[in-house]
Every structure is written in structure tokens, then in C-alpha cells.
């Protein structure tokens, strides 16, 4: 039977409805083989990105988009599809990337893939180790991890998953990309600050943080997308300038704001019950006990880089907290 999570960019309704009347498998490989022939007919090379409606996604589509380059999405579910599309991007897979099947299905015919894992799910780094397997019995060229900055860290479960996957594929024979940003400038991080007045942080709140911009994260993955050669082997540190304490981001933000923002220390288990509810230690284990051992280790260590490595690629100053703040900021009700 037709495998239900795929979505070619010429794979329509009626398709589906033809191939589960066929009366043998025979006409449901003629059309699959025909959807995706024609994603890719002319194409000088696809570019593959998962996660493409993720946080890093949402930035990087629109950038690849604009160059006109042949893309395939990979994503979850229906609505990202949806949204995708959309956006113009016509070829989409759509299910799980722990399938193997929709892994193989969606790197027949790439290139290139830049690959963000699901970030705190318990399989993660099964997945991505599938990932790339699958990326290397498919003939892709160049392979891009998305990574964190200090993979290095063995008491930080998703940093100890991230280094093994870079192990996996430092030895997979591809030529690959890794990227290893500092901790994202969220949006969403600064509601309470703007609605209450408080930016609240599951850590020490004298501890140092080094910062990036997902948007600069998203035009260093494109222009290593783009020019594979020159950027084959490499394993970037992707920080922005700056230093900052928790009080330290609550003055820029009052800065900007024109009025007093504080610090707010919150437990971690607070911190997950918010987003994940109040049994979720019993619900998600897994993301519980990386919470608490992210406030453990930034409560005790500073998490800094250097911008050194960004600047370069970028050809110009990174973007600072305070610009991304004022940026997003011009676009909340005040």
C-alpha cells in the first residue's frame, strides 16, 4: 500500500486515489517514481532541510527560496506542510523522521542536506545516526549538522547526543558541515518581559551566556549550502558578541522598552511544568531530567563562545542582543 506520510511535490489527491484502486503494486511505484521525477527534472542538485518549520527551518526556507535552488522539506505533520507550501516550497515530505522509510524516501535524488534533530526527544540520537546512514546509502554529497556550541559537554544530555552524532559523522565517509551555535535569541522569551515586566531564567542569574541569532544561524547554513567546496570539513562556532548575565539581558531589554524589566530566577521543573504541564515528570522523563541538568550546569559554569568565527562568515558584525531585541520587540503589541 501507499506509504501515507509521503507527499511529492506532484503527488495529489486523486493520485492517492488511483494508486490504492490499483489492483498491484506496479502503478503505485509508477507514480511515486513519476512525483518525484518531476520535483527533480533539470535540477542541477536538491538541497534537503529538516525540521523545516522549526525555529532554525522558518529563517533558512525563505533564504533558499529566494536563490531559486531546488528544495525539499522534510516535516511532521500536515499543518507544517501546509504552512510550507504555502510559503512555495512544492516539494514536501511529510512524517516521521524516525521512519526509516520516510528518511530513505526523502533523501532519494539530494544532495545536500542540512539536518536539524528533534532536540530533547529520548530517540534523538538514534535518529540522527539513521539520518545519516540514510544520507550516505543515498549518494548525498554534502551532509550539514546543525550541532551546539561545546558538544563537547558530557553532563548536558542533548550536548553528549549532538557530540555522538558528530562523531557518527566524521566517520561516515560524506563530506560534511557541522555548526555548532551558542543558545538561540528566542522571541517568545521575551513575553514576560514586555506583559510582566520579568525575564525569567531556570539558571543562576550571575551566570555568563553567549548568545546567537537564529537569523545569522540561517544565512551561514545557506551560504555553506551554497558553496559546498569551500565549506566541506569545516566545524563552525556560531556566537554573537556579547556576555550576558540575566540581569544583564533585563537591562537591554528596559533599555529598549523604556521601562524596568527584572530578573526572575524560576525553578526548572517550573520552567518544564509551563510548557509541558504539571505531570511532566512522569509524561516526559526524559525532557525533566534535561531541564533540570541544564540549570545543574549553567548554575555552575559560564556557557560563553567567540564571534570571531561568525563574523568571518558573515562578512559582517553578528547580530548583537540588543539589535535582535529592538527588532523583535517593533512587532509585540506595547
Not at 507527499?7 to 507514480?31: N, Q
Not at 550536548?159 to 543558545?183: C, W, Y
Request: proline share 3%; net charge negative; charged share 25%.
Amino acid at each position: 500500500m501507499i506509504p501515507e506520510v509521503l507527499t511529492f511535490c506532484s503527488w495529489s489527491p486523486e493520485d492517492g486515489a488511483r494508486a490504492r484502486s490499483a489492483d498491484d503494486g506496479s502503478r503505485i511505484v509508477e507514480l511515486l517514481e513519476r512525483a518525484r521525477n518531476e520535483c527533480t527534472q533539470g535540477d542541477d542538485f536538491v538541497i534537503l532541510v529538516t525540521a523545516a518549520n522549526g525555529n532554525q527551518g522558518k529563517h533558512l526556507i525563505s533564504r533558499l527560496l529566494e536563490t531559486g535552488e531546488p528544495l525539499r522539506t522534510c516535516v511532521r505533520s500536515e499543518d507544517s506542510a501546509r504552512f510550507l507550501r504555502s510559503a512555495g516550497v512544492t516539494d514536501v515530505v511529510v512524517g516521521d523522521i524516525a521512519d526509516s522509510a520516510v528518511m530513505a524516501h526523502a533523501m532519494r535524488g539530494v544532495d545536500k542536506v542540512y539536518y536539524v534533530g528533534p532536540t530533547l526527544h529520548p530517540e534523538e540520537r538514534g535518529m540522527g545516526f539513521a539520518a545519516m546512514d540514510a544520507a550516505r546509502e543515498a549518494g548525498v554529497k554534502h551532509f550539514v549538522f546543525s550541532s551546539v556550541l561545546h558538544a563537547i559537554l558530557t553532563d548536558l544530555t542533548q550536548h553528549e547526543v549532538k557530540r555522538d552524532l558528530e562523531e557518527h559523522l566524521l566517520s561516515s565517509g560524506m563530506e560534511f558541515t557541522i555548526l555548532q551555535p551558542a543558545n538561540y535569541m528566542l522571541r517568545h522569551r521575551l513575553k514576560p518581559a514586555v506583559e510582566q515586566g520579568l525575564f525569567r531564567l531556570s539558571w543562576a542569574l550571575d551566570r555568563y551566556q553567549s548568545m546567537v541569532d537564529l537569523s545569522d544561524v540561517a544565512e551561514v547554513a545557506a551560504t555553506v549550502l551554497a558553496d559546498s567546496d569551500r565549506h566541506a570539513g569545516a566545524t563552525y562556532e556560531l556566537v554573537a558578541p556579547g556576555r550576558y548575565t540575566a540581569h544583564d539581558i533585563a537591562k537591554v531589554i528596559s533599555e529598549v522598552l523604556g521601562r524596568e524589566v527584572a530578573a526572575e530566577r524560576i525553578d526548572a521543573d517550573e520552567f518544564t511544568a509551563a510548557s509541558l504541564g504539571a505531570d511532566h515528570e512522569i509524561r516526559f522523563p526524559y525532557h525533566t531530567g534535561a531541564a533540570r541538568a541544564i540549570s545543574k550546569r549553567y548554575s555552575s559554569h559560564d556557557f560563553i563562545g567567540n564571534a570571531n568565527v561568525l563574523t568571518w562568515l558573515l562578512g559582517r558584525e553578528p547580530t548583537s542582543f540588543t539589535e535582535f531585541v529592538r527588532r523583535e520587540l517593533g512587532s509585540f503589541s506595547l
